[in-house]
């Protein structure tokens, strides 16, 4: 019964939900068990069946799936329970979608895992669930062999630290002697300790010429305090710090060979422009990403690394975790939101409210960006006098959400369009910005009454 517009009741029923995936089904996961609920039945009793978590059953869960004439299925991104399933379900051709658990786990009434696969089966039918982003599946084995490759490098910076800290504890500052200790100068040095040398002037003598500290201000700084137990921990940190160098040299070695097992888009022969900064160009030979870099090029097309700021670490970055093809993004706005680096403006009776941010998602893309952004704060280019701007006004962390966000907008119209970064340089953004602000000041002072002249050479050399 339904009340009409007169207040009185009306025999007219309201309509249930409609169905408009009646081919649906609904899986809760467990790290035990698997509880499915297929299309109802004929006479509209549940569906469900329990399945256990062994590849045997997975597959038997495939198989009932088909026997059911299921063609998309609705799965929690739970832990990582989900990922063996997903991987032999989209192999049967199935379309699996991957759910937030927010959006569903403040329903009341669903107490088991029975009602919760029933409810994912129904909202799933209704079309009321949003599956997540998830790129290729050529694209997520690189994602899974970079994500762990950089694991393992900030595991072995972790043992830099441990390698710093025996030096201080013996008074041994190698770091105030070189800018970086895993440089060539900073390595010779801590190998040579390792090694039984213990006279700081010889140790001077292995500064690399380019070392602005002359010999005699190194020897001052590796005079220490040789105790044995500071220099077993540092014998053990060194050794653990060569044997990360090497594991993440072997990552190197089979991403590079994964990547040219992908179909590539362009000729072996056809390598990337050189980058427009000699800086940057030096910093990538340096590290020896050279390889990587022209890889990433033939893989997708496009050269990240053109744009300032962003290195091929970035870049691999962001080509393993979303992929070279950014069409599931309608517009730049949609992919500024995916990275979570839209600002987070909640209205209430037309007044903005402060709200705490609520992600749904955890974006390596959007870390990265923010390091990069971070590293653009005394840049000579256009972003970077961008981020001196916001940072004087609303603070360097505004400054570096901001430029992140322009970064990302930068990459979309890059990888969609076609379009080239072009830096005009800091003082070129600066005059253009004045010219804004100037020609604002000049219509609001003409909208107070007043005329704005500019000063002649005379008058502005006398002020």
Avoid at 289 to 295: I, L
């Amino acid at each position: 019964m339904a009340r009409n517009r007169k207040g009185k009741m009306s025999k007219k029923s309201i309509h249930a939900l409609k169905v408009i995936k009646p081919d649906a089904a609904g899986i809760d996961l467990g790290s035990r068990e698997h509880w499915v609920a297929g299309p109802p039945l004929e006479d509209d009793t549940p569906n469900v069946q329990r399945f256990g978590t062994t590849t045997p059953e997975l597959l038997r869960l495939a198989d009932w799936l088909k026997e059911q004439k299921v063609t998309t299925v609705a799965m929690e991104s739970t832990g990582v329970y989900w990922i063996p399933l997903f991987e032999i379900l989209d192999s049967r051709g199935l379309e699996v979608n991957l759910v937030n658990a927010r959006q569903i786990s403040h329903v009341p009434g669903r107490k088991t895992d029975m009602l919760d696969c029933q409810w994912l089966q129904l909202l799933h039918a209704c079309g009321l669930l949003r599956g997540s982003f998830r790129p290729s599946d050529d694209i997520c084995r690189l994602r899974a062999l970079l994500r762990e490759r950089n694991t393992m490098v900030d595991q072995r910076s972790d043992w830099v630290r441990r390698m710093q800290k025996s030096l201080d504890q013996m008074n041994v500052c190698v770091h105030h002697a070189v800018s970086d200790i895993t440089g060539a100068t900073g390595m010779a040095i801590i190998r040579a300790i390792v090694d039984g040398e213990r006279d700081p002037r010889t140790l001077a003598q292995m500064r690399d010429r380019r070392c602005q500290k002359s010999e005699q201000q190194i020897a001052e700084e590796l005079t220490g305090n040789w105790r044995a137990e500071h220099l077993f921990n540092l014998r053990q940190a060194l050794k653990m710090y060569d044997q990360f160098c090497q594991t993440v040299a072997e990552y190197d070695t089979e991403i590079l060979a994964y990547i040219k097992t992908l179909q590539p888009c362009m000729d072996d022969d056809q390598c990337a422009p050189p980058p427009i900064s000699p800086s940057k160009t030096r910093e990538i030979a340096k590290k020896g990403q050279a390889p990587m870099r022209q890889a990433l090029y033939q893989l997708t097309g496009f050269d990240l690394t053109t744009i300032d700021g962003i290195g091929v670490d970035t870049a691999s970055i962001v080509v393993s975790e979303l992929g070279p093809d950014f069409s599931a993004f309608p517009d730049e706005g949609h992919f500024v939101a995916y990275l979570r680096l839209a600002p987070n403006l909640s209205i209430s009776a037309g007044k903005k409210v402060p709200s705490k941010l609520k992600g749904t998602t955890t974006s390596r893309v959007a870390a990265s960006l923010r390091m990069a952004a971070l590293a653009l704060r005394n840049s000579k280019t256009a972003l970077g006098a961008f981020y001196r701007r916001i940072s004087r006004r609303k603070g360097a962390s505004v400054a570096v959400f901001a430029t992140a966000r322009k970064l990302a907008q930068i990459i979309y119209r890059l990888v969609c369009y076609g379009q080239s970064y072009v830096d005009i340089g800091a003082k070129a953004y600066e005059n253009r910005f004045n010219a804004r602000r100037l020609k604002y000041f000049t219509v609001a002072l003409k909208d107070m009454g007043y005329k704005v002249k500019p000063l002649t050479a005379e008058v502005a050399c006398s002020a």
